[in-house]
């Protein structure tokens, strides 16, 4: 068991710019949550998926932001023409149900909008 | 959404038991209780869970009141490394977690 990963760990870049992150479970886990975490406050609830499904996107989930989960196994995060705004932690937790939905995160990829 | 309500923040001298305490008045029957930690730059770890019952792991301890509007995460001898952010979760319908702003632990040495 290697826990979630999730690649790059850091990501610059400018205002405008489209960028992509990946995030890798823990096989065999079914369902997968992103989050975001800005300084000082505790992670909020993006998106989630149940296998390929996409089950529910929180409103703070604007059109600029796009997540895919193809086949059930890793997922992507896109986010198109990034405001400084957009600045933070994205992580990413997957777990395994039926059950009480433990949720195991990854290191996360912090994003820094010039 | 289901709401936590932690202290800010808390200090303990090491080797001596910290108890977190989290009130969750609103909690409805089939939420879980979550415990997670989070270090600088790392994402968060879970620490332990429960539904009704007391819960022991080798991380820690979990109290739940009888009514289940509270909890107390009990780490019974903190070391430097448990100086943490620490987060008290409900998760309704077995999915998305709320966090609040959690616990801020100082252990002092």
């Known amino acids: 068991d290697t826990g979630v990963s999730q690649d790059p760990r850091h990501k610059i870049t400018k205002r405008g710019q489209n960028v992509t992150f990946r995030c890798d479970p823990i096989?065999?886990?079914?369902?997968l949550y992103w989050y975001r975490q800005t300084l000082g406050q505790g992670p909020e609830f993006l998106t989630y998926?149940?296998?390929?499904?996409?089950?529910?996107k929180s409103r703070l989930l604007s059109d600029r932001f796009s997540a895919e989960r193809p086949k059930g196994s890793f997922s992507t995060l896109e986010i198109q023409r990034t405001e400084q705004g957009d600045s933070a932690m994205y992580l990413c937790?997957?777990?395994?149900?039926?059950?009480?939905?433990?949720?195991?995160f990854g290191p996360g990829t912090r994003l820094t909008v010039l | 959404d289901a709401k936590t309500t932690q202290p800010n923040s808390m200090e303990s001298n090491e080797e001596e038991p910290v108890h977190l305490p989290c009130n969750h008045s609103?909690?409805?029957?089939?939420?879980?209780i979550h415990w997670y930690r989070q270090l600088p730059s790392q994402g968060p770890e879970y620490v332990i869970h429960?539904?009704?019952s007391n819960v022991n792991n080798r991380m820690a301890s979990l109290a739940i009141a009888e009514d289940r509007k509270s909890s107390t995460l009990i780490l019974h001898r903190a070391t430097l490394r448990d100086a943490a952010v620490y987060y008290c979760?409900?998760?309704?319908?077995?999915?998305?977690?709320?966090f609040g702003s959690g616990t801020k632990l100082n252990v002092k040495p």
């Open positions: 937790a997957s777990s395994l149900v039926p059950g009480a939905d433990t949720q195991y």
């Open positions: 096989s065999e886990h079914n369902r």
């Open positions: 998926f149940q296998n390929e499904a996409q089950l529910e």
């Open positions: 609103t909690i409805s029957g089939t939420d879980y």
């Open positions: 429960g539904l009704t």
């Open positions: 979760i409900l998760a309704p319908n077995f999915n998305k977690f709320y």
